[in-house]
């Protein structure tokens, strides 16, 4: 839909749809509280930063604005599978949500709260609701229902794959997943005992933390400022970094930008898979929120 039609019927001061990179229409949100950025394409947001911050999503200078790829940086919504799909190499990574067009259901301004758009899609067999809530936090929901009619369940993988905007990958640390055992993706798929110390990085991580609930933060020294992700109704959290050797392959992230981002990924995959029977639903969330040291 084009950008004047979306204007008219959403017509809430300080949310503006444009025609964004690659002829994409993007919200753009701007208030007293915060500047953010979501795309249709894939109801991924690329960016928000609460009034006074720097950006807190990381987005590569080499991301493609494409309607058939996926953008790289931001938030995108991996569902309804994670990673590859087994059995099926030439399917999508990540699935389908990231490269499908969402709708615009509704757009409203929550007053001290923040703006709130919601996206809405179909992925077949489920429907997708998708509701962000921009203000001093970035909210993040979504819900999957499976229609009453459908004659059998479905069972689904999903995460917010947030990029986070950092100073420095060397001397950042995340606390809150010492407790947990992880699926260290790096070395085969090992599951891992919980280490019991802050993660730091000194190569390429890709890990994927199991029956945790946790909020984290991440602790970022040289942009002196903690960023908190707290989640509801997710079991996993996946923490990823390419560095050197994997950046360098991937086509749309930027030789030398792994040092400036990190991935803390709101998850259910693998075993903590989603199952829906027929007329249920499932809602993940997400809550970013950001303090000065
Ligand atoms: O290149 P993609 O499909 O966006 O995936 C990026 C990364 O996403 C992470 O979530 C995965 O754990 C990594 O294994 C993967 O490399």
Known sequence: MNPDTLNSRHDVPGVTFVAGQGGLVKAVVESSLCQAEVFLHGAHVTAFQPTGQSP????????????????????????????????????????????????????????????????????????????????????????????????????????????????????????????STYLDKVDGGQIKPASGAAIRFDAECDRVYLGTTATCQLHDPVLKRTIEIAKTNSDNTVVWNPWIAKSARMADFGNDEWPSMVCIETANVGDASVTLQPGESHTMAARIAVSDD
């Open 56 to 179: 807190v999503l990381w987005v590569s200078q080499s991301s493609d604005f494409d309607a058939d790829k996926p953008i790289r940086g931001g938030v995108p919504i991996c569902f309804p599978w994670f990673g590859p799909l087994a059995g099926n190499p030439d399917a999508p990574g990540h699935g389908w949500a990231r490269t499908t067009a969402w709708d615009v259901r509704g757009v409203s301004d929550l007053g001290t709260e923040g703006i709130e758009i919601v996206l809405t899609t179909t992925i077949d067999p489920y429907d997708l609701s998708y509701r962000i809530v921009m203000g001093r936090t970035l909210s993040m929901e979504l819900t999957v229902s499976l229609a009453a009619t459908a004659d059998q369940p479905a069972r689904f993988e999903e995460a917010l794959h947030t990029y986070l905007a950092i100073g420095d990958i060397h001397q950042v640390a995340i606390d809150g997943l010492q407790p």
